[in-house]
């Protein structure tokens, strides 16, 4: 564990990925009664966030914590925080409440959203289980919230979907940080600086839109889940990778499509991920984003699909 300050009265919790080198931050905010966010994977609450709470002030409680979207690795110590604070509130967009409620709905809506044309493995289904607690009660929120942990701070909710439906953001004005949590991602996921995975989004607008908010937001500070602390001109040059990266998939989806006709999604990321991130292996979760470069044709009249042995086939129009 490491334990870093940022700005006065926001700390930031550096760990892994359960059962990975994958880096996850999550972030705590002081007050009368502390903000968390996110809430980890399921055993971290214990182990990390009560004894990094005690060290930073003994005796504080946390009051609330905001899931800024609904993946097992951001939500999954739910429970655990409630067995530790019964009065914490907890705080989700609408969009990605349910799952925070049921997490057996996490498994089925977002791992088997491709199946039958991709279906994820049963033991990234087993790992990922093994990241949640129990389903918890939330309290929704929307864009123009304002969520506070008391002693004179305020956090504006954004929305910044594409990662996930209901993603969201917290941006403090007075000195322009903004916890962004998986809002952007770059080129991918890297561990020890390389990429080991492609960025995941469901929607090509709907995350080029939350990409665009944040370079006119223009922050002084990034705080991500999966990334280091970035800066100024590092925030510009974050924003503009994670465009590139949306302009080098689609392009890429777009040519295989044109090559291979009646391909199916899956085939599709076999044929894409090693072409813009050489290296990194084929995934179901990179099928998410190669998915919706297929949508995003679909909608302007540049492809379409039909079902052939009980799956969708993809050809350019």
């Known amino acids: 564990m490491k334990l870093q300050r940022i700005v006065d009265g926001i700390y930031r919790l550096e760990t892994t990925v359960s059962g990975t080198a994958m880096p996850l931050a999550l972030y705590l905010v002081e007050g009368d009664g502390w903000l968390l966010t996110d809430a980890g994977c399921r055993g971290m609450i214990d182990e990390l966030v009560v004894p990094a709470l005690a060290e930073l002030s003994p005796g504080a409680r946390i009051g609330k914590a905001v899931v800024c979207h609904a993946h097992a690795d951001h939500f999954g110590g739910g429970y655990e925080l409630l067995q530790q604070f019964p009065d914490c509130r907890i705080y989700v967009h609408r969009r990605d409440a349910r799952w925070v409620q049921d997490p ?148 890429a989806v777009w040519e295989q499509l044109r090559q291979h006709p009646a391909c199916g999604v899956q085939e599709l990321t076999d044929r894409v991920v090693p072409e813009v991130a050489p290296g990194v292996e084929s995934s179901v979760v990179a099928g998410f984003s190669v998915e919706a470069h297929l949508e995003w044709l679909e909608q302007r009249g540049l492809a379409s699909w039909e079902i052939v042995q009980g799956r969708r086939c993809w050809s350019a129009l």
């Open 104 to 251: 057996a709905w996490h498994l089925r809506e977002g791992y088997d959203r491709l199946a039958p044309d991709y279906s994820c493995p049963d033991e990234v289904k087993s790992w990922v289980a093994g990241l949640l607690g129990p389903g918890v009660p939330v309290r929704r929120l929307e864009t123009g919230d304002v969520v506070s942990p008391g002693a004179g701070r305020h956090l504006a909710v954004l929305s910044t979907p594409g990662h996930s439906p209901g993603h969201i953001a917290l941006w403090e004005d007075d000195r322009r940080v903004l916890l962004a949590s998986d809002a952007l991602l770059g080129v991918g996921q890297r561990i020890d600086g390389q990429v080991v995975a492609i960025p995941s989004y469901l929607d090509v607008d709907d995350y080029l839109n939350t990409v665009r908010a944040i370079r006119y937001l223009e922050p002084s500070w990034l705080l991500t889940a999966h990334y280091p602390v970035m800066r100024d001109e590092q925030v510009m040059a974050f924003c503009d990778e994670s465009e590139q990266f949306v302009e080098l998939l689609g392009s």
